[in-house]
């Protein structure tokens, strides 16, 4: 259990140096990355702690995932709220660091909704959905340790090309807790919280639904 809070620790970690850590950089040196260029770390990041730290943690790295995975029994309900606290701390301590190495440049990234709440909270929601889909998919078609990080790293860098500019496309709210603690920006942060989860659980539902009789389980165990 140590070693998988640690892994979660260090995925979600690496998630927000990464990711808030590209948004920041934008903030400093505009048109240096780009919106581009941000969605694409966003994918790179997950894709590489995927397959890092898949056979460690399951590499939820996402309190919603995390719920998810409960949901259809691969995590069991003792250890969700360990997962989701080390998630949260890795979160906060990379928003520290980057704090430290860059100053406070464009609210740590912290995500914050440009349209309309209830738009924004439809948008992420439904990104949400989008995510744990693909997630789910990879285990159900037998996917390799590769190609479900490219997989599942595809569907994030997606995502974050189409909704960065509407909500900052979180899916994930320990990335948005982590920059909203440092930086003090708490803008509907509600929304990063219940839309991600209510979208991940929709998606779990969706995909009994769409399940053969008989098919293999659609969530990667959390290794022993």
Avoid: K
């Avoid at 140590?2 to 934008?26: D, K, N, Q, S, W």
């Amino acid at each position: 259990m140590t070693r998988r809070l640690l892994a979660e620790f260090i995925g979600t970690f690496f998630l927000v140096l990464a990711g808030p850590g590209a948004i920041m950089v934008e903030g400093l040196h505009p048109g240096a990355i780009g919106p581009l260029g941000i969605a694409i770390a966003f994918g790179l990041i997950v894709a590489i702690m995927v397959f890092i730290l898949g056979p460690v943690s399951g590499a939820y790295i996402n309190p919603a995932v995390t719920i998810a995975a409960w949901s259809v029994r691969r995590l069991p309900l003792s250890q969700v709220a360990s997962y989701v606290v080390a998630q949260l701390s890795g979160a906060v301590v990379a928003s520290l660091a980057l704090r430290a190495l860059l100053g406070p440049v464009a609210s740590n990234g912290a995500t914050i909704p440009h349209v309309a709440v209830a738009a924004a909270f439809i948008v992420e929601a439904l990104l949400s959905l989008l995510v744990i889909l693909a997630v789910l998919a990879t285990d159900a078609g037998g996917s390799s340790r590769a190609g479900a990080a490219v997989m599942i790293g595809m569907t994030i860098g997606l995502c974050a090309l189409v909704g960065g500019p509407l909500t900052g496309a979180s899916m994930n709210p320990a990335r948005s807790f982590g920059p909203a603690l440092v930086s003090g920006t708490w803008t509907s942060h509600w929304v990063y919280w219940v839309a991600p989860i209510g979208g991940m659980l929709l998606g779990t539902g969706i995909s009994r639904g769409l399940q053969r009789p008989g098919g293999r389980s659609q969530f990667p165990p959390s290794p022993d």
